[in-house]
Nanobody, 120 residues
Framework: QVQLVESGGGLVQAGGSLRLSCEAS????????MGWYRQAPGKQRELVAT???????NYADSVKGRFTISRDNAKNSVYLQMNSLKPEDTAVYYC??????????????WGRGTQVTVSS
């Protein structure tokens, strides 16, 4: 199993910033992809941003230019710097990690989520 622990969520005023962190632990050989997804009540989960081990990124159009994803491979961690936050960014943000266990089998793990609330 791979455990993901998220932190950094909270309440912020529109236009403000938050930085989310996620650390993966377990018998990990390598993490190929780490990223963030979000889900607002009554809406489907959507991709926010992902990054591969080769630093290839994928952002939702709605966050491009405002959010920045980064990784620290040595710490098996991923971060999401969120600037110019808007009320529509309000959601539960989930960390996702995919890669290989030490025995080279695949894992696809999710964190329990962290609440981000942006007030207007």
């Amino acid at each position: 199993q791979v455990q993901l622990v998220e932190s950094g969520g909270g309440l912020v005023q529109a236009g403000g910033s938050l930085r989310l962190s996620c650390e993966a632990s377990g018998n990990i050989f390598t993490i190929n992809v780490m990223g963030w997804y979000r889900q607002a009540p009554g809406k489907q989960r959507e991709l926010v941003a992902t990054m591969t081990s080769a630093r290839s990124t994928n952002y939702a159009d709605s966050v491009k230019g405002r959010f920045t994803i980064s990784r620290d491979n040595a710490k098996n961690s991923v971060y999401l710097q969120m600037n110019s936050l808007k009320p529509e960014d309000t959601a539960v943000y989930y960390c996702n990690s995919r890669g290989l266990y030490s025995d080279f089998s695949l894992f696809d793990s999710w964190g329990r989520g962290t609440q981000v609330t942006v007030s207007s």
